[in-house]
């Protein structure tokens, strides 16, 4: 097994990050502030040279990590956050899928900001004070508990209040100009 390759990630990342900051008016503080991100690539090739899965955060898969920047290193790479993508997650998504990563890697990245007049707090380097924002939730569990104790486990207990609050029902259903029950298909075609 190969060891982790680090390197800068290709263009196509730094142009998707800054569509999904030129779209989505939450990420407003990255252009106002000029918030520099350093977008890095790890991939893992297995003994037979294919790629595999090898970013981890809290010692399970992640398809990305973002963390921020110490005064020490900005130094050295003049930039505030880090966002670290698995290349073989990247390489098998589409693009809305990576859009989505991103956008949730830097949902991560929020501002702090002052008690006294509430403007962004920065450091002696002039650079924006920022934190990192958790999950709003994370799912961990056993399949054999929620199989043994159902309802009463955690596991079943935190995926249906996340499947509740995210109206999952609803989002898994066909769209409603879809058809459900189209016409078979003619067996045969000239
Ligand atoms: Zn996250």
């Known amino acids: ?79 505030d956050v880090e966002i670290t993508i698995d290349k073989f997650a990247w390489d098998g998504a589409n693009t809305l899928r990576k859009k989505a990563l991103l956008d949730h890697e830097l949902t991560h990245v929020a501002v702090k900001l002052s008690k006294k007049d509430n403007e962004p707090m920065v450091h002696d380097d002039g650079r924006p004070m920022l934190r990192l924002l958790p999950d709003d939730y994370s799912i961990t569990g056993f399949y054999s508990i929620a199989d043994r104790h159902g309802v009463f486990s955690g596991e079943v207990a935190s995926v249906s209040a996340i499947a509740s609050r995210m109206h999952l029902s609803e989002m898994f259903a066909a769209p409603a100009n879809v058809d459900q029950n189209p016409p078979p298909e003619s067996e045969s075609t000239a």
């Open 1 to 79: 097994m190969s060891k982790k390759v680090y390197e800068s990630a290709p263009a196509e990342v730094a142009e998707l990050c800054a569509q999904v900051i030129a779209e989505v008016p939450n990420h407003k503080h990255f252009r106002d502030l000029e918030i520099k991100i350093s977008l890095v690539m790890v991939s893992k090739f297995d003994a037979s040279e294919q790629i595999v899965r090898c970013l981890k955060h809290h010692g399970a898969f992640a398809d990305a990590v973002v963390r921020l920047i110490p005064c020490k290193e900005r130094l050295h790479n003049a930039h």
